[in-house]
């Protein structure tokens, strides 16, 4: 289901701010961001960052205030599984060997134009096949 507002008419602009808010949020924490919207076939992560020796996938959610559910309610169980198997394409393809952690940041887009921002370290972990 798709939620527009005036302000951020279309899903992928209200995606895209939300990742760039996210990715100065975690700068400013003092991670260091290595890759945006990295992708394998159709799945996508949206922000890898390393925190001293840990690497942290961090799938990031943004609505606009008017929605009905709060961002971080859209990380579903099918969402979970295709991060875990793309961050196991990232660690082999960049040739990592680093603990791996998951979390997520909620945003919420509101009218007067800011925001807030929720940081859930450690949301999830990968489930066991």
């Known amino acids: ?46 922000i890898v960052a390393k925190q001293g020796n840990e690497i942290v996938v961090v799938e990031v959610k943004t609505r606009a205030e008017n929605y009905a559910e709060e961002p971080w309610e859209a990380v579903t169980s099918s969402k979970i599984r295709n991060v875990v198997e793309v961050t196991e394409a990232w660690l082999r393809v960049n040739k990592v060997d680093l603990e791996t952690r ?27 096949n």
């Open 1 to 46: 289901m798709k939620q527009t507002s005036d302000e951020y008419p279309v899903k992928d602009d209200m995606g895209r701010r939300g990742e760039e808010i996210a990715k100065y949020y975690l700068i400013g924490k003092g991670f260091s961001i290595l890759d945006i919207n990295w992708r394998h076939g159709h799945k996508e992560i949206d």
């Open 102 to 128: 998951f979390d997520v940041i909620s945003i919420l887009l509101k009218k007067d134009g800011t925001h807030t921002v929720e940081h859930f370290e450690g949301a999830f972990i990968p489930p066991v």
